[in-house]
């Protein structure tokens, strides 16, 4: 009986620190995000060649198997909790799943989405999954997960799939953008959110993007648009 008790205040003392500590980071996170064009003072990180290669071609098979399959338009812009990302769509096509239809309104997480500006790190940083930002009015061939339950009983979120597994997060949108590469140096693939914050996806040589893009490319002719 002692060691449980003595046990359970190791964890409530863990917690209590934890919830501290992120309250006390909360002011940072908001007083940032509030500023126009935040993310331009960010770093993103470029997803290597290999790395791109090997996770694009597991993705080809896998993504068929996602709970929930859309095509959605981009609501709203990127919203920051604590440094956790989210962002609104509105549901246009469902092509795989139940639970949603057209006209829904979700928001869409990712492990690989959040704000890493705390000041134990030493380059501040935007992580997206390699997937910049979804562009307000823009539609997206999106691959979901389960529904995540929330503590404030919001039940409109979804996480996407391969969350935790993959490193490029499965979102694709049916326009064509162009993407630029920006040179990397030394052992970061980090770059300057600014020189890159137009593009579809951040890759570090031709050969990644590529790889990206084909997977795109044969994702989108799976999944083509189509009125309802």
């Given at each position: 009986?002692?060691?449980?008790?003595?046990?359970?205040?190791?964890?409530?003392?863990?917690?209590?620190?934890?919830?501290?500590?992120?309250?006390?980071?909360?002011?940072?996170?908001?007083?940032?995000?509030?500023?126009?064009?935040?993310?331009?003072?960010?770093?993103?990180?470029?997803?290597?060649?290999?790395?791109?290669?090997?996770?694009?071609?597991?993705?080809?098979?896998?993504?068929?198997?996602?709970?929930?399959?859309?095509?959605?338009?981009?609501?709203?812009?990127?919203?920051?909790?604590?440094?956790?990302?989210?962002?609104?769509?509105?549901?246009?096509?469902?092509?795989?799943?139940?639970?949603?239809?057209?006209?829904?309104?979700?928001?869409?997480?990712?492990?690989?989405?959040?704000?890493?500006?705390?000041?134990?790190?030493?380059?501040?940083?935007?992580?997206?999954?390699?997937?910049?930002?979804?562009?307000?009015?823009?539609?997206?061939?999106?691959?979901?997960?389960?529904?995540?339950?929330?503590?404030?009983?919001?039940?409109?979120?979804?996480?996407?799939?391969?969350?935790?597994?993959?490193?490029?997060?499965?979102?694709?949108?049916?326009?064509?953008?162009?993407?630029?590469?920006v040179a990397t140096s030394g052992e970061s693939t980090y770059v300057p959110?600014?020189?890159?914050?137009?593009?579809?996806?951040?890759?570090?040589?031709?050969?990644?993007?590529?790889?990206?893009?084909?997977?795109?490319?044969?994702?989108?002719?799976?999944?083509?648009?189509?009125?309802?």
């Amino acid at each position: 009986m002692i060691k449980i008790r003595y046990s359970m205040l190791i964890f409530g003392t863990l917690l209590l620190a934890l919830a501290l500590f992120g309250l006390s980071r909360r002011g940072s996170y908001t007083n940032i995000t509030k500023q126009p064009d935040y993310l331009d003072g960010l770093m993103v990180g470029e997803i290597p060649e290999n790395f791109a290669k090997e996770d694009c071609k597991n993705r080809k098979d896998s993504l068929s198997q996602a709970n929930l399959i859309l095509r959605v338009r981009a609501e709203e812009p990127l919203e920051t909790m604590f440094g956790v990302c989210r962002q609104k769509v509105h549901v246009e096509q469902v092509f795989q799943g139940d639970g949603l239809k057209t006209d829904d309104e979700i928001y869409l997480i990712s492990s690989r989405w959040l704000l890493n500006i705390s000041p134990v790190y030493a380059e501040k940083s935007v992580e997206r999954g390699f997937v910049n930002v979804l562009r307000v009015g823009y539609e997206y061939l999106v691959f979901c997960g389960e529904q995540v339950d929330t503590l404030t009983g919001e039940t409109n979120i979804y996480r996407l799939s391969g969350d935790g597994e993959s490193l490029v997060v499965p979102v694709f949108c049916y326009d064509d953008i162009d993407n630029t590469i920006v040179a990397t140096s030394g052992e970061s693939t980090y770059v300057p959110y600014s020189e890159v914050k137009n593009n579809e996806f951040f890759a570090c040589t031709e050969g990644a993007l590529k790889a990206i893009e084909e997977l795109k490319r044969e994702m989108l002719n799976e999944y083509p648009k189509s009125d309802q």
